[in-house]
Structure formats: structure tokens, C-alpha cells
């Protein structure tokens, strides 16, 4: 079976540019969450999809950012414009439940690198 | 507000030896979720244990075992006779009973283990 997959892996983009991420989670899997890790801190928390609808998106730090889930597969999250403060990791995770019934077991992707000069 | 401190920057250990990595945890729920996670070089996370705030019973798992205490806010990892391979980050979590999903992670402990 197929993990959550990432894309890009690297960007490297210039202040002011777009940048677009995707996150693939695993087949079947309602719950889409986005987190990032800035300047070797920790992970925070972004939001969380369940399917194509935004449960909650509280960690979204502005409104540069952009989620989006249609159909409630694949996701991606869209920086426009990029500031300096936006480089990080950017992980993407799913699971198959949320909150205390069934298997709720994040499985996280490897993250999509970003580096804004 | 929910706040996870891991107060080990970086440790560095000799291959076989035992090392333990803290987590400090503060919530105001009286339930949530603990989680370990580690991150290896190739940059994912990878998912260790969840405990639920009502489960205080260490966990052993081969070579990992968890510590929970719920009257000091702790949730310590000790990896038994350490090898290579363990190097990496490792993030502790903690998150909403009613949203497993929305972790607060700690700062991430790097482990070395060298041969």
C-alpha cells in the first residue's frame, strides 16, 4: 500500500513568487492534515480536512495561504506570495478516522522542503 | 493552551548503551493523546506509539519503552542498547481526545548513536 506522498520534495523559490504543494494521503483515508516545521522549531499544526471540507483551520498563519481539497483526495496548499519566513518543511498527513473511534493513526509524508529567497 | 517541551536539544550516546529522551507536556484537557514520533534522515516522520491520557501502563516495544506520568505531565522514551540506526529526530505530541489529528509537537530531540 501506497504511504501519503509528497510533491515537490525541494522548491526554492524568490520572495513575492507562488509556490504550489501537493499532499496524496493514502487511499481511503478521510482525515488530510497539514503541519510545518519553520527554522528547526517545532511541527505546528496548519489544518485539517476531513474529506473536501475544512474541519479546522486555526494553524493557518495567514491568509497567503491557501488549502485546498477537491473531491477530498489529493490536497495542496498554496503560498502566494512567499515571504521569507514562509521556508520550512511542509508536512502532510492522513489517517483513517479522527477522534477516539477507529484506527486514527496519523501517517505522515516526507515533507516538501521550502526555501524562499 | 497546549505546550510540549523537549528540553534535549541534541544527545549523542556510544552504540549499546541506553538512552532516555524526555517529554514535559501541559494541557488543560483531562483527556488527550500522547504520541512519539521519529523523523530519520530521509525526512519523514514516522509513527512510534499513541497513549491516551487514561492509559498510565508503560509500553515496551523490543528495544523502545515509554514511561507516562500523568502526576508529573511526563512521557519519556528509552531506547534499550542503542544502535546507528536510531540516530534521528524524535518529536513527542500531544493532542485533542476529540481530534487525534491535531498534534503540538515539542522542539524534537536529535539522537546520535555512534558505532
Known amino acids: 500500500e501506497a504511504g501519503v506522498t509528497q510533491f515537490p520534495s525541494h522548491s526554492v523559490i524568490e520572495k513575492g513568487q507562488t509556490v504550489t504543494l501537493r499532499c496524496d494521503p493514502i487511499s481511503g483515508h478521510d482525515n488530510l492534515y497539514w503541519y510545518r516545521r519553520v527554522m528547526g522549531k517545532e511541527i505546528k499544526f496548519l489544518l485539517h480536512?476531513?474529506?473536501?471540507?475544512?474541519?479546522?483551520e486555526s494553524g493557518m498563519p495567514n491568509n497567503r495561504f491557501l488549502a485546498e481539497r477537491t473531491g477530498g483526495t489529493y490536497s495542496t496548499l498554496k503560498v502566494q506570495p512567499a515571504e521569507l519566513e514562509d521556508s520550512g518543511v511542509y508536512f502532510c498527513a492522513s489517517s483513517q478516522a479522527s477522534g477516539t473511534s477507529g484506527r486514527d493513526e496519523q501517517f505522515f509524508g516526507p515533507g516538501t522542503r521550502l526555501t524562499v529567497l | 493552551a497546549q505546550k510540549v517541551t523537549q528540553a534535549q536539544t541534541e544527545i549523542s550516546v556510544v552504540e549499546k548503551e541506553d538512552v532516555t529522551l524526555d517529554c514535559v507536556y501541559e494541557t488543560r484537557d483531562t483527556t488527550y493523546y500522547l504520541f512519539w514520533y521519529k523523523q530519520p534522515p530521509s525526512g519523514e516522520l514516522v509513527f512510534l506509539i499513541r497513549r491516551n491520557s487514561f492509559d498510565e501502563q508503560n509500553e515496551i516495544s523490543g528495544r523502545y519503552s515509554w514511561n507516562f506520568q500523568k502526576s508529573t505531565s511526563s512521557f519519556n522514551f528509552t531506547i534499550t542498547a542503542s544502535q546507528v540506526v536510531d540516530s534521528a529526530v524524535y518529536f513527542c505530541a500531544l493532542s485533542e481526545f476529540i481530534d487525534a489529528g491535531k498534534s503540538t509537537f515539542g522542539d524534537g530531540t536529535t539522537l546520535t548513536v555512534k558505532p
Open positions: 480536512f476531513v474529506k473536501e471540507s475544512k474541519q479546522d
